[in-house]
Nanobody
Framework: QVQLVESGGGLVQPGGSLRLSCAAS????????VEWYRQDPGNQREKVAA???????DYADSVKGRFTISRDNGQNTAYLEMNNLKPEDTGVYYC?????????????????WGQGTQVTVSS
């Protein structure tokens, strides 16, 4: 059973930094594509960063130049480095990762989500 465990969230002042981690386990193969989403209360989840199938990073305009997505294949972990944080970056951050694993009695590729980690940017 695939598990994605996020960590690294917390309370930080505007202008501060955080590094989120997403550790994967229980898979057969991990796909190249990994994404980070943010969700505010009452709003839909929005994608803030991704590593595309060709390995290139992609960012929402609101975080370009401030956030960096990466992955460590050896550690089966993805990261989101967040710098110069703003109050509007507040929300629950989720990672989504494409993986090949056993699901409902058979093996297949599907997207898996972590449980989320809270990021609060406030003075």
């Amino acid at each position: 059973q695939v598990q994605l465990v996020e960590s690294g969230g917390g309370l930080v002042q505007p202008g501060g930094s955080l590094r989120l981690s997403c550790a994967a386990s229980g898979f057969i193969y991990m796909g190249t594509t990994v994404e980070w989403y943010r969700q505010d209360p009452g709003n839909q989840r929005e994608k803030v960063a991704a590593i595309l199938r060709d390995g290139r990073p992609d960012y929402a305009d609101s975080v370009k130049g401030r956030f960096t997505i990466s992955r460590d294949n050896g550690q089966n972990t993805a990261y989101l480095e967040m710098n110069n944080l703003k109050p509007e970056d507040t929300g629950v951050y989720y990672c989504k990762w494409l993986a090949y694993a056993v699901y409902a009695g058979s093996t297949s590729w599907r997207d898996y989500w972590g449980q989320g980690t809270q990021v609060t940017v406030s003075s």
